[in-house]
């Protein structure tokens, strides 16, 4: 075993962040959420979506991001390179792509009046021109979003005044997982949850392991080292400028069920991706504000699992879940992921439950604040990281 | 719609096709509607077969699995689906998460 026990590592590891209780306003407040849009989800980079997703050359994805209020198209050009926009049209502000994903031949259409664009976004045809006032098409091309590709994945950043580049703002995660085989892994599934939580509240109930040996005692007890055999233990924790990362260690004591058992026996992959960047045997990345990378080192090849979570209102979030392995390549192999999946997408619907639940009692205002243990420094540094953004919450009485 | 067929060597299956679902989403639906003790003999018939399916089944890429044997995959995928139920929590009423049906699923490579 390579976790360390010894009691409050972490407070001693990183002492600036204190030890004290956390206030619960910030998770509550309406006015606070109306900051929150404005000071860190409409300057911070976002995480949108994959390139992979439109491999093609005039390929495009929307995303509608409710909380900037704006709808983004991502597009691939007709010279490969892959754009974002404002999805509204320049003659009087229609949605310009009202689907959720496709591929145009070269040009894109608005609905209202066929406006139409290029795939670099220039205005390149308006029906009826010449009953325009001087129109300068060249001016007229869709409102360009920054844009930065990183591992594959892409980012947006609505701040059209920032200056800071994406690598830049990963920081620590960029260089920790530089290089990471991400392209090599394909998307098996994902989950979209329709969640009466706190988007902070949500990515709380994630943001550790203590809780695993209680709520988790049917579906992941003992999945990670165990102090005494009894409490989850973190092997190592990394925050890193706005963003962190904590690691564990698997439990050679693991009780595996019997389907578990045979199908690790059965999976015979040819395709070992290893994600040798991890710091742990599973590891937790919480890119601010809103992804969670987990990385699970497995005996055959590694794999992934992506979190966003986007809020809609103070007490409303969409918690969309991802989950990225290596392509099968045999039956054995497909079955053990399905059951990878299946064991996790119960704990995670456990993890749901607890987000409505946790928010509830929050909103009641019957408790003002948290209590934090050291394993859980990083929900500790994740809430003083939105407060360096944001600002200090008032307390409404 | 006609029932598909297995393999004579797998005909012991045959009671159990309708778990031969492709989606996860027609799976969990079908989970949810069983009572333990369809979950507990779907689980007994089929566990002990799955080493024997599973070389069955890769005679072929995996990629370019016939039509025929679908329904095959399709079963140990619902194998899968209520492992959890069977093997873990024992009981239909242990699980105390958020309803399933609120995790909308996708299967595509593409969302
Ligand atoms: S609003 Fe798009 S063409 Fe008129
Ligand atoms: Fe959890």
Known sequence: MKTLMTNKRWAAKYPALGTGPVSTESCISAEYFERERDHIFRRCWLNVGRVDEIPERGQYFVRELAVCRTSILVMRGKDSQVRAFHNVCSHRGNKLVPHERGACPGKIMCGFHFWTFDTEGKLSWVPDEENFFGLDKSKLGLTPVRIGIWEGFVFVNLDAEGTQSLEDYLGGVAKQLSGAPFGELARLRTYKVDERANWKVAIDAQNEVYHLPFQHRFTFPDAFILKDNKYTRLYDVNLYDRHCVWSCEYNPEYKISPLGALLGRLDATKNAVRLNQMIGDFDFFLVFPNMVILLFKAPKADYMVTYNFWPLAVDHTIWEIRYYYPPADNAGTRLAQEYALCRLRDTLQEDAKAHEAIHAGLASRAKREIHLQDDEICIRYFHKVVEDHVGAVELAR | ?111
């Open chain 2, 1 to 111: 719609m006609t029932v598909a067929t297995l393999p004579e060597a797998f005909k012991s299956l045959m009671p159990f096709m309708a778990w031969a679902l492709p989606t996860e989403r027609e799976r969990t639906i079908k989970r949810l509607a069983s009572s333990m003790d369809e979950l507990n003999s779907f689980y007994a018939t089929a566990m002990p077969q799955l080493e024997t399916i599973v070389a069955f089944l890769d005679r072929e890429p995996l990629e370019q699995m016939s039509a025929a044997n679908k329904p095959l995959m399709n079963l140990m995928l619902s194998l899968v689906e209520i492992s959890n139920i069977v093997e873990l929590y024992k009981r239909l009423d242990k699980f105390d998460g958020m309803h399933p049906s609120r995790f909308v699923s996708y299967e595509q490579h593409h969302s």
